[in-house]
């Protein structure tokens, strides 16, 4: 079975780092980009970025260009989403999602998602 | 970046009747557009795919149409499970995806 596998529910104080972690199984997880989502509390989805773990190439969205850290290790199906430096706005669930192989570009496997909390 | 827009942002209807979901692009994405369907506590699955295309396993009585800017996601018959958040997204502009705020479906 295909699926995109998230670490657990984070909480962090403001100024603390963080780093979560999304591991695919079941494909070739190496040859498929995968993207992060942010879902604030009661809100919609928000791109922030793309990986392609075969090589790491990075896309982020510019409102996450320094926000946020997207890497992978391709050695054990994972890529993760990483802050230096959390704020009390960073407080979401982030999902990962793959990005469909062929030459359309939809999300068709998604994670459950990562909560992270970030409160003094 | 492509700004999506969907409306309305709640829309109550009761089971059986058909339900009509809008989402609107700031410029053509021509048929790069998907839906997806997110129930509270999940995280969200694809329902439509280039516009118009249901993905897998998806029932006959969700329909997507249109092209370019407006997008409108029916579904026929509301059964109790279709109750949840409808969110439209651009691939058109890739890497830079956007998505629409979202239309909760709720239960008049």
């Known amino acids: 079975e295909e699926q995109l596998v998230q670490s657990g529910p984070e909480v962090k104080k403001p100024g603390e780092s963080l780093k979560i972690s999304c591991t695919g199984s079941?494909?070739?997880?190496?040859?498929?980009?995968i993207a992060w989502v942010r879902q604030m509390p009661g809100k919609g989805l928000e791109y922030m970025g793309v990986?392609?773990?075969?090589?790491?190439?990075?896309r982020k969205s510019p409102s996450f260009q320094d926000q946020v850290t997207i890497s992978a290790d391709k050695s054990i199906s994972t890529t993760y989403l990483q802050w230096n430096s959390l704020k009390a706005s960073d407080t979401a669930i982030y999902y990962c999602?793959?990005?469909?192989?062929?030459?359309?570009?939809?999300?068709?496997?998604w994670g459950r998602g990562t909560l992270v909390i970030v409160s003094s | 970046e492509i700004v999506m827009t969907q409306s309305p942002a709640i829309l109550s209807v009761s089971p059986g009747e058909r339900a009509t979901l809008s989402c609107r692009a700031s410029?053509?994405?021509?048929?790069?557009l998907a839906w997806y369907q997110q129930k509270p506590g999940q995280a969200p699955r694809l329902l439509i795919r280039g516009a118009s295309a249901r993905a897998t396993g998806v029932p006959a009585r969700f329909s997507g149409s249109g092209s370019g800017t407006n997008f409108t996601l029916t579904i026929s018959s509301l059964q109790s499970e279709d109750f949840a958040v409808y969110h439209c997204q651009q691939y058109h502009d890739w890497p830079l995806y956007s998505f629409g705020q979202g239309t909760k479906l709720e239960i008049k």
């Open positions: 990986i392609y773990p075969g090589d790491s190439d990075v």
């Open positions: 079941g494909y070739r997880f190496n040859n498929y980009w």
């Open positions: 999602a793959r990005r469909f192989f062929g030459g359309s570009r939809y999300f068709d496997l």
């Open positions: 410029q053509s994405v021509d048929s790069n």
